[in-house]
Each structure stands twice: as C-alpha cells, then as structure tokens.
DNA sequence: ATGATAGATGGCACTGAGTGTCATTGTCAA
DNA sequence: TTGACAATGACACTCAGTGCCATCTATCAT
C-alpha cells in the first residue's frame, strides 16, 4: 500500500519536460533503464513479488535510495508508460467525430492504446510478468484506474441522455479490459502483428455482443 | 503491497465452514465486527489511507497481532464478502440456460452481484469511503480481480467460437464495472431501491451500446 | 582553468505494514 | 478438576518507503 505521507520526493529533477543539460539527463536514463531493465529481469526469472527493491539496486549497481529517487515504488515500475495513455485517450476522443455512438470511441481507443503500448520498450515482457504474477497485475491496475477516470469522462461526453452518462463507467472498464485481452493474445501468438490481434479480438467481441453467428471456427446460430 | 512470506497465519480457526464450540465463534464473530466497524468509521473520518492499523485495534481494543489474525491486511477490510462473489457468479451462470446470449449473462450477474453487494453490512458506507479513498478503491480492486477470473469462465464457455472466446475477458470487466456503477448511483439516490437503479443503469447501458434513441430524457436520435 | 552552484548520490535513521514465535489466558470436553 | 487446544498479547524481525544530510559531480559564469 502506498504511504503518501508528504512530498513527492527530491530526486532528479522529475524529467517534467524542462529543460535540463544534456549530460545530466542522459545519466538520468542511463540510470533509469539500468534499474528498469534490472528489475523486469528479476521478474521475469524470480516472479514479481519474490524480488526486493535490495536486489534490483544492487544488480543495477546503484543505492536503494536511489531507487526511490526514480520510481515512487517496485509497482511504479510496471506502470512505465501507462500514464502517457492519459494524453492518448484524450487525443482519441478529441480526434474522433462528436457524433459517433460510444462503442465507436470504444474501439478507436483500444486500438491505439493497444497499439502504443505494443510498441513500449519490452511491452511483451511486461505483459509476460503480469501474466505470471498477480501483485504485478495489481501494479498495472493501481495506474491504469487514473486512465479509467479520463476516459470516463471522454465517454460521458459521448452519451446521450443524462440517464446513458451513468453508463460511461462501464464502456472506460470496457476498453482498459480490450487492451490487456489484445495485448495478452498479441503475447501469446507467435509473431503476429498487433493490428491483427486487434481487429480479432474487437471483431469477436463486436459478434458476441451482437448474438450473431459469426464467420468463426464452429459458428452455430443458436436463437437465445 | 502484499508480501506473501511463507504461510496463510495462524489466527482463529479461519471461519472455514469447520464446525467450532459456540462460545468460541461468537467471540470471534465479535471481534471481528468490532475490529471492521472501528475501521470503517476511522477510515469515514479522516480517509482510508490516513488510518494506521494501530488505531483501529486501539478502538477495538485488541492488540495489533491480533488484527492480522483476523484480517490478512489493511485492505482486507474493503473487501469483507467479496469472495463470496464468486460463488454467486458461478451460480448465475449454472441456473442460467445454456444458450443465452453473453450480454444476457452481463444482465443477470452484474444485477445479482450488485444485489447482494448492496444487502450486505454498512455496504454504504464502503462505497462512501471508496469513492473518497483512492487507495480503499484499489484494495477493492485487488479482491475483484480474482472474482474476475471466475467471471471470464463463466463467459467463456457462453461464448460460441474459438475466436469468440478471447473477448470473455472483456464481459468480465464490464460486468464488474457495472456492479460498480449501480452501487455508486445507489450510494448517490437519496434511499431507492437497488433493483431500480440497476434497471436504469443496465437500460442505459444498453441503449448507449446499441446507439438507438431510448425513451429516456433527452434521447434525440442522432444517425453517426 | 577555477571556483561557486545546483543537482545527484549514498548512508542512516525512522515509520508503518506484515509475519514468526512463544508464553499466558480462556474455552471445551471428559 | 484437568488435560487439550484455541485465542491473545508481547516482542522481535523483514521489507517498503521517506526525511535528512554529508559528499560528490556536472554546469556555468568569471
């Protein structure tokens, strides 16, 4: 559990987009994947929860102090990147005609966050441990519930009635939901690209939901 | 974050159904409100993350061993009869027919989990502090995944295509997403019943993902 | 170049969650 | 009553996370 007792941290200077020397910020990195990488190895090898903050440091070669200095916790580590996601559901939404139905938006936003989060640097490793490890699931979830709260909102927008608004929850778990099962089979299947994955899955998903024989493998129509 | 040692604890005699001497079980059953009614009302006055587990077994008056023999963490307290869940959903989807349809079993399951959620002791006030407490929502979170699993099963094998079956995971989350809208709506409606705001949560979802004007306020039609 | 400055690091001590162990107390059944 | 066993409290311990400060290093003005 966190412990948000007062400051952020001092640390280096947060990488908030200001401008700082070139030398300093490239040590910074040079850090940063060091502790990064060290720990989804460890994860990998060991399992999320078997690892402590003191091996990561010391495969990275850096203080345990330090750590903290640059991820706010071991679960800050497998959140890499979610927050971005923030801006890219904006982005959709902002992009995407006013008028469009909400399963519309539903698809669009999963697909490009699927799609952005596929091409993160060791996305599928990311995606194996989470597969493996249940606190690390619980890692990811703690950062991406933020984004569920944006993209709540981008879907309250797109309902109708002041009744429907009360829905827009349900379509933001929706699409965070797609993502991780795209992304899972995308793990999962051997090479293929992400962009496939994605349409097979919204398409299945899309006939399900209909109740309508699909063009699948043992596609009976059976009237409910 | 759970750290998961070496064994469960040993504590009371784990209330597993196992029949123990009553004095015994109602002592147990005594403490245990006291400890999660001390912590309820603590985490209602100053907020779920602000409240050491020192605190509440102050106003319980146990020692804080003795809390950790009756809750295995701090979150632990959010999610008192959410495992129960699981059973409820496995029995939702056995006294269901075979062939529905899954957004069929998204209806039923999503209203008879928000039921019970709802009957259940001071479920108010647990909304109350999860909607106030960012960290009392993830400790939730944390126990929901696991009914989650059993949920995506339960779709699974209502989905009719091999294909098909990849999207199970995304009923899953929207079942439980909706479950958490009704009790948020509940919690906001001054005293209506749950089964009514489960009615005009799950209508409005559906008109929204159909995209058809509703009767509802301020459905005009709007072709995309 | 050189020295002042600001940022980065490491070490140490501290809080708080969670766990193992054990001595003590209380309940139950014979 | 007494022996077995469950529940409690006290203590010590591990580990995550944080504040504080001394030290080191890159940057920049002179």
Redesign the interface.
């Known amino acids: ?4 007792r007062t400051a952020p941290a001092p640390g280096p200077k947060a990488a908030g987009g200001a401008s700082l020397p070139p030398l300093r910020e490239k040590k910074q990195e040079l850090v940063r994947t060091a502790l990064r990488d060290a720990a989804l190895d460890l994860f990998l090898e060991k399992g999320f ?1 078997a690892v402590r903050v003191e091996e990561i440091t010391a495969r990275a070669g850096v203080s345990r102090r330090t750590f903290f200095r640059y991820f706010a ?3 800050d580590l497998m959140a890499h990147g979610v927050d971005e996601f923030r801006e890219v559901v904006r982005r959709v939404a902002e992009d995407s ?1 006013r ?6 938006l539903f698809r669009r936003t999963a697909a490009e966050v699927a799609r952005i989060s596929a091409a993160a640097p060791r996305s599928k490793d990311v995606v194996r441990i989470i597969l493996a490890s ?2 690390a ?3 990811q ?2 950062r991406v ?1 933020a984004v569920e709260d944006v993209l709540e909102k981008a879907f309250r927008s797109r ?9 827009a ?6 699409t ?3 993502v ?2 795209i992304l ?2 995308w793990c999962l299947a051997d090479g293929a690209r992400v962009e496939r994955i994605t349409e ?2 919204l ?3 899309e ?3 209909a ?1 309508a ?2 063009k ?5 129509c ?1 009237s ?1």
Chains 1, 2 share one sequence.
């Open positions: 559990m966190k412990r948000p929860e916790s071991k679960d005609p008028n469009i139905r909400p399963l519309e249940p606190g699931r619980m890692a979830m703690t519930a309902c109708r009635g002041r009744e429907e608004r009360k829905a929850g349900i379509f933001a778990a929706m965070l939901a797609a991780g099962a899972r089979e097979q899955v398409g299945a998903f006939r399900s939901l109740g024989a699909g699948g493998a043992g596609g009976r059976k409910a």
